[in-house]
């Protein structure tokens, strides 16, 4: 048995699904011509034990797309071409990207995440094409993001067991640190 878990239109026209087994332990990411009825599988995810339901694919203007994988353990983000050939691994790390916001016209993608502490979600961004997360928002607190469709500027919500939340306009990014 298999369960269709998700099923998008991409830019372009074309239909991508999620396909699982019963049991969860993989799932395809696959594409559909919608003219033809032609179908093929572009990734697959596999796991001994189980593997959740993902997120559907990101697309960018050039017809690539970020991916989030669990595939070491920790939800990480992955750049893939729209054939389902690896670019990039955007992030790694034991720990884990919880909410993906964007790619700037700069390649820099933004994510909300746990890498300085599990107690404390943070900003960051890191290049397209992988490397060192910088991250955007003061530690101490633990934010909640909300960007504009550009990645330009985003509104900050922050707080702590001290502090109640506050909520502020990021338009510059300063580091950090991370």
Do not use: M
Not at 8 to 30: M, S
Request: with cysteine; proline share 7%; glycine share 6%.
């Amino acid at each position: 048995d298999i369960l269709i878990v998700y099923v998008e239109w991409a830019p372009d026209g074309r239909l991508f699904y999620q396909v699982q087994n019963r049991i969860q332990t993989w799932l395809d990411l696959n594409v559909a011509d919608p003219a033809t009825g032609a179908s093929q599988r572009l990734l697959r995810e596999t796991s001994p034990a189980w593997v959740n339901r993902l997120a559907n694919p990101h697309w960018l203007p050039d017809g690539t797309f970020i991916w989030e994988s669990e595939r070491d353990g920790f939800r990480h983000r992955y750049h893939y071409r729209a054939d389902g050939q690896l670019i990039a691994r955007i992030t790694s790390g034991e720990w884990e990207v919880r909410k993906y916001h964007g790619v700037d016209a700069r390649g820099q993608v933004y994510y909300s995440a746990v890498a300085d502490s599990p107690i404390e979600e943070h900003v960051y961004r890191t290049p397209l094409t992988g490397g060192s997360a910088q991250r955007l928002t003061q530690p101490g607190f633990s934010h909640s993001a909300e960007f504009n469709p550009s990645c330009t500027f985003f509104f900050d919500t922050y707080s702590n067991i001290d502090a109640p939340p506050h909520v502020a306009l990021r338009i510059e990014f300063p580091s950090f640190g991370a």
